[in-house]
């Protein structure tokens, strides 16, 4: 059987997990899928899609919910979802659940995963959360996998799958989802340091939104910038900051305890 995962990984723990995931569902054969690159994909090809995204502000990123708004209209096609998050996931697997069910999908398992923080404030305040997730933890993500597997072996014989609801405890569903204000408020003062510098573009390529140019040094348009410290985490010289944190905080891929937690 083929699935497909559609994933949104900013500094690469989602991607590694998704990739995790692939390897451990028998007998389906998963190709994964980076939406940032937002090629064309044909869904009639797959019997099971997932759906995964780190947690942004307690929902899910920007780019990922463009992404699946853009889907074509699907009639219960099996799907999952899956959210990684540092500090705190908030209600970030119920708004995927509801976007994922918005485009006709039917929602047959779900999971959320405590991962080293990739968030440079936090990280910058000394909770980078370096050895999430606990053994609790992985136990948790285990019975996910059975159960995405049980419901892999239904679709596969034929047989539909039961729903799956995303539940959030009371107070995390009094949680606002913070408006755009909140994401740009963190990158205040983003700017490029031009002793460290060296003009080579990589923050440019990786801004979906086009806030980046070089004139010659990287130049930030607010109007456009949606806060996903992709530029930050990615620039090889460190460069970028904002008003309160410097490149060295930057999370530009997963940690070697994480990656040994997930080898495929």
């Known amino acids: 059987m083929k699935g497909i995962i559609f994933y949104y990984s900013g500094s690469g723990n989602t991607r590694l997990v998704c990739r995790y995931i692939a390897a451990r569902v028998p007998q389906t054969v998963f190709d994964l899928y980076d939406v940032q690159k937002n090629t064309p994909?044909?869904?009639?090809?797959?019997?099971?899609?997932?759906?995964?995204?780190?947690?942004?502000?307690?929902?899910?990123?920007?780019?990922?919910?463009?992404?699946?708004?853009?889907?074509?209209?699907q009639k219960d096609m099996p799907a999952f979802i899956?959210?990684?998050?540092?500090?705190?996931s908030g209600r970030t697997l119920k708004v995927l659940e509801q976007a994922v069910r918005a485009r006709g999908f039917r929602v047959v398992a779900?999971?959320?995963?405590?991962?080293?923080?990739?968030?440079?404030?936090?990280?910058?305040?000394?909770?980078?959360?370096?050895?999430?997730?606990?053994d609790q933890e992985l136990q948790r993500f285990s019975a996910f996998l059975s159960g995405l597997q049980k419901a892999a072996d239904m679709i596969r014989e034929g047989r539909v799958p039961?729903?799956?609801?995303?539940?959030?405890?009371?107070?995390?569903?009094?949680?606002?989802?913070?408006?755009?204000?909140?994401?740009?408020?963190?990158?205040?003062?983003?700017?490029?340091?031009?002793?460290?510098?060296?003009?080579?573009?990589?923050?440019?390529?990786?801004?979906?939104?086009?806030?980046v140019s070089l004139d010659p040094f990287p130049v930030f348009n607010r109007n456009f910038c949606e806060g996903c410290w992709?530029?930050?985490?990615?620039?090889?010289?460190?460069?970028?900051?904002?008003?309160?944190?410097?490149?060295?905080?930057?999370?530009?891929?997963?940690?070697?305890?994480?990656?040994d937690k997930f080898k495929v």
Not at 50 to 59: D, E, V
Not at 110 to 134: D, K, Q, V
Not at 162 to 189: C, D, E, Q, W
């Open 41 to 73: 994909v044909d869904l009639s090809r797959y019997s099971l899609a997932g759906f995964a995204a780190s947690a942004f502000y307690w929902g899910i990123p920007p780019l990922m919910r463009r992404f699946i708004g853009r889907l074509e209209k």
């Open 230 to 259: 992709n530029c930050f985490n990615h620039c090889p010289e460190k460069a970028i900051h904002t008003d309160k944190v410097s490149g060295k905080y930057q999370y530009k891929e997963p940690l070697a305890s994480f990656k």
């Open 82 to 88: 899956f959210n990684t998050f540092g500090m705190m």
């Open 162 to 211: 039961p729903v799956y609801h995303a539940r959030t405890g009371f107070l995390m569903s009094l949680l606002p989802i913070p408006a755009r204000r909140m994401a740009l408020n963190a990158v205040k003062g983003l700017a490029a340091d031009r002793a460290l510098c060296k003009k080579c573009g990589v923050c440019v390529s990786l801004c979906d939104r086009k806030a």
């Open 110 to 134: 779900g999971s959320t995963l405590h991962t080293p923080e990739n968030y440079p404030p936090l990280i910058s305040r000394g909770w980078g959360n370096e050895e999430a997730p606990s």
